[in-house]
Nanobody, 125 residues
């Protein structure tokens, strides 16, 4: 069946970096905008970043990660990435990738119908 599988999470010290990957299977990947979301314990899921359908598509970042995170995609590999630098303890969360139901780039969770299982990112102070 169609699925998204995230990887790359882990435990890192503040100031460190991680690169998350999300591989799509049985999905016409290049037809979908993709997003990264995160959910910390006791908090609602929030949009982190999104990228539109093409490899050099437009992207958007929530204010708290601008200048630190970079989203990219490789349509030949059916993969979207999230490079996370200068990590802070407040970045600790489960990170999810998702495929959008609308054209372009959006970080509204309601615009996404297909979700991965998530990968844990823990940033220690």
């Amino acid at each position: 069946q169609v699925q998204l599988v995230e990887s790359g999470g882990g435990v890192v010290e503040a100031g460190g970096s991680l690169r998350l990957s999300c591989v799509a299977s049985r999905l016409a990947f290049s037809n979908y905008g993709m997003g990264w979301f995160r959910q910390a314990p006791g908090k609602e899921r929030e949009g982190v970043s999104c990228i539109s359908e093409s490899d050099d598509g437009s992207s958007y970042y929530t204010d708290s990660v601008k200048g630190r995170f970079t989203i990219s995609r490789d349509n030949a590999k059916n993969t979207v990435y999230l490079q996370m630098n200068s990590l802070k303890p407040e970045d600790t969360a489960v990170y999810y990738c998702a495929a959008s139901t609308i054209a372009g780039c959006s970080i509204a969770p309601s615009h996404y119908a297909l979700w991965g299982q998530g990968t844990q990112v823990t940033v220690s102070s």
